[in-house]
Every structure is written in structure tokens, then in C-alpha cells.
């Protein structure tokens, strides 16, 4: 009988252990209830707090990323195009606190097929975002002198009880434009004059390469060589079908004026001479020409000419003097070695005024129809941008025509 009871107590001990454990995997915070499935809960905060010796930053960056990439992908939706963008690093001082906001932002211009609509795009914007960023606003604005609508996205947050907001997109939309008929352009009486428009000194920024290679008439671009922005502006110009000249750095008369780390100089060899003009022309692609970038000594010495223009003759390429010095003897040597030329008749943008610039314009247009023909030179600047996109349609409507520098070389 002793042994049956024993027996009895080992069956009672070993269901209450098992019971023991069932009720500690299931109990709250037992190992049962922590799944894999389910993390324990984590921040929601889109900030992470930095200090640096006694100021203190809540910074947004990685938020802010999080915005870039959703709304991007609401672009590619929408199918907008990117025409033109830019980023900056922001960072300012809290209201009434100690400390500051970061946060990363974009400027972006983009445009939209003629048949879509701005709201359809603010709604698939709204509806990417989500949770991890909202439209702030939108309303009609200007880039660059073009009519667009601006949205404004970016983040809003609670940070230590306060409300904070920070836009970290900007969006410009505007439509695209149809490519147009510039003999439509023209007045009945017909063309009255041909103008050709270079544009110097692309290369050193970004921000006007898409504006002007966006204007819908025959530019060419002069570009620089060896900078940052060098080969965009050849393959962006290229790609809308504008024309693509080397803007050869050549020695100035001055020696206060700031001269390119690159140049041909009255010092150098024949050979350095050949060489150097040989290895800026290989650094730009699809280029038909070149015209020289400073120069105003260099081009007034008959032997450094003589050796740019043999490097060009070899390679069937046209020069073209900009006049930066009256005792140029560029274009004359030109002829006499029988390699196509010719020469600037007016410089379009000493003056950086827009109002200034179309002055200017007039002043070419006139000599155009005076003339028949005339090549001015302006400079890769947004303002000189505006003023030509405003200032086509009044010197089309005169019957001036705009066309490349080749054709005007001879």
C-alpha cells in the first residue's frame, strides 16, 4: 500500500510542474508571449537627439531621406520628369528653446505631360507619402520666370511637446512645352534677319544648364573644360539638340584678371601649344568647334594662333573669336589658313540685369536685320536665361531668326 501511495505523489508533482510551466509561457512577458513576429514596441520619433559640446540638435536627416525617396516615387507614377534639382543642409534654432533642427532638403523642378493634371499629382503624393511625410501645401508660384505650381512636402512633429515643420521638397510642376515651329513664329512679311547666340563659361555650376537647354531654338554652347559641371552641360545641350563648342581658356592681358588653371599662354612652346588645345578638345564630347574663353592676349600673338588653329584644322573644327581684345588677330589667321570663322558683334550680359539683357537682345536683333546675320556672345547665367526665353517671341515676331554659330562660319 506505501508503495501504491508514493507512486500517486510523483503523478501530483509532476502535473503541477507541468501547470507551472504552461502558466509561465503564457503569462504576460513569459518567453512564449515575447514571438518573434511581435518586437517590443520602439520610438516613433522621426528625430535623434545629437549634442555637440553645449547645443543640442534634433536632427531630421534620415526622415527627411525617407520623404526624398517616397516622393520620388510618386514622380515616377506621375510621370514627371526631373528637369533641374538641388540640395542644401538646413539646420536652424529652436523657438524659445536651447538648441537646433537638421534636416536634409531638395528644390526640384519637374515637368508633366500637357494632358496631366497638378491635382492628380498632389493626390498620388498624398496617398504615397503616407505616414512618413505630408503635402504642406501647394499654390502657383514662378521658377525662373516660368508659371508653375509649388508643392510643398516635408515633415511635421512633435518634439518635446512642441509642433515642428520642416519641408524638406520643394516641387515646381509645370507642363511640358511642345516643341515649336519656328517658321511659324516668324511674321508674314517673312525672316528679316538671322542671329546666332553662344553661351559662355558652362561648366563652372549646374543651375543654368537646364534652363537654357531647355529653350526650344537653336543655342550653342560654349563650354569649359576640366570643371565639375563640364561634361552634363555637353551631353545635356547634345541631348536637346543644341550645338556644343570648347570655350578654350587663353592667356588675358591682365595679370590681376583670374585666369584658368589650364590656359594657352604667349610662354608656351609650339608643341605645348598643339598639345594643350588637343586634350581640351578631347575632354568635351560632340563638340563642332571652338571659341576662345578670356584670351585678350593670346589671341593678339600671331604664332599662339597659328598653333591653335593648326591643333583645329587637323581636327575639321570652326573657331570663333570671341573680341575680348580689339587687336585680336584671331579670325584674320583664321582665313589665311582657311579654317571657317567668325567673330562676336556684342556681348549680351555685362550687365547681369535682366531689363539689361533684353536691351541687349533688341540691340543684336537690330543688327541682325541691319545686317542679315549677326553672332552675339551672353553667359551661362539664369538671368541671361530668363531674358532670352521672354525676349524670342518679340524678336521672332521683328523676323529675326535664331540659328547655330556653325552656320555663320566661313
Known amino acids: 500500500m506505501a508503495k501504491k501511495s508514493s507512486s500517486k505523489t510523483v503523478w501530483i508533482l509532476a502535473a503541477l ?61 506621375g510621370k514627371a520628369k526631373i528637369k533641374n534639382q538641388q540640395e542644401q543642409k538646413r539646420e536652424v534654432p529652436r523657438q524659445g528653446v536651447e538648441g537646433t533642427i537638421r534636416w536634409h532638403a531638395r528644390q526640384t523642378l519637374v515637368t508633366i505631360p500637357q494632358g496631366s493634371s497638378t491635382d492628380k499629382l498632389k493626390e498620388l503624393m498624398v496617398k504615397t507619402l503616407a505616414q512618413k511625410g505630408q503635402v504642406l501645401g501647394s499654390a502657383p508660384d514662378q521658377y525662373r520666370g516660368a508659371n508653375v505650381i509649388r508643392f510643398d512636402v516635408g515633415l511635421k512633429d512633435s518634439l518635446e511637446g512642441d509642433t515642428v515643420t520642416m519641408i524638406t521638397d520643394r516641387i515646381y510642376v509645370m507642363k511640358e512645352q511642345a516643341a515649336a515651329d519656328n517658321s511659324k513664329q516668324l511674321p508674314a512679311g517673312g525672316e528679316r534677319g538671322k542671329l546666332a547666340i553662344v553661351l559662355d563659361d558652362f561648366g563652372y555650376n549646374y543651375d543654368p544648364i537646364d534652363a537654357l537647354a531647355a529653350i526650344d531654338r537653336p543655342l550653342t554652347f560654349a563650354i569649359l573644360p576640366y570643371h565639375p559641371y563640364s561634361q552634363l552641360a555637353a551631353t545635356k545641350a ?16 591682365s595679370t590681376t584678371e583670374q585666369q584658368e588653371k589650364t590656359s594657352i599662354t604667349t610662354g608656351m612652346s609650339d608643341s605645348e601649344i598643339q598639345q594643350t588645345v588637343v586634350n581640351a578638345v578631347q575632354n568635351i564630347p560632340g563638340l563642332i568647334g571652338v571659341n576662345n574663353h578670356q584670351g585678350s592676349k593670346a589671341t593678339a600673338d600671331k604664332r599662339v594662333m597659328r598653333n591653335v588653329l593648326s591643333a583645329l584644322k587637323s581636327r575639321n573644327l570652326f573657331f570663333i573669336d570671341s573680341r575680348t581684345n580689339g587687336q585680336s588677330v584671331a579670325a584674320q589667321t583664321a582665313r589665311e589658313m582657311n579654317i571657317p570663322t567668325s567673330e562676336n558683334e556684342l556681348f549680351l550680359d555685362n550687365n547681369n540685369d535682366v531689363e539689361a539683357i533684353k536691351q541687349q537682345l533688341r540691340t ?8 542679315g546675320t549677326a553672332l552675339v556672345i551672353g553667359h551661362a547665367r539664369p538671368n541671361t536665361a530668363i531674358a532670352l526665353k521672354e525676349m524670342i517671341p518679340e524678336l521672332e515676331a521683328d523676323g529675326v531668326r535664331l540659328i547655330f554659330a556653325s552656320d555663320l562660319v566661313k
Do not use: N
Open 17 to 77: 510542474v507541468c501547470a507551472a510551466m504552461v502558466l509561465y509561457w503564457l503569462a504576460p512577458g513569459g518567453e512564449k508571449s515575447r514571438s518573434p513576429q511581435q518586437p517590443q514596441a520602439q520610438t516613433q520619433e522621426k528625430y535623434k537627439m545629437e549634442k555637440s559640446g553645449a547645443t543640442t540638435a534634433a536632427d531630421f536627416t534620415a526622415a527627411a531621406w525617407q520623404v526624398h525617396g517616397l516622393v520620388d516615387d510618386a514622380l515616377v507614377t
Open 238 to 253: 547634345l541631348a536637346a539638340k543644341h550645338q556644343v563648342m570648347l570655350h578654350l581658356p587663353m592667356e588675358p592681358m
Open 364 to 371: 543684336a536683333g537690330s543688327i541682325a536685320v541691319r545686317d
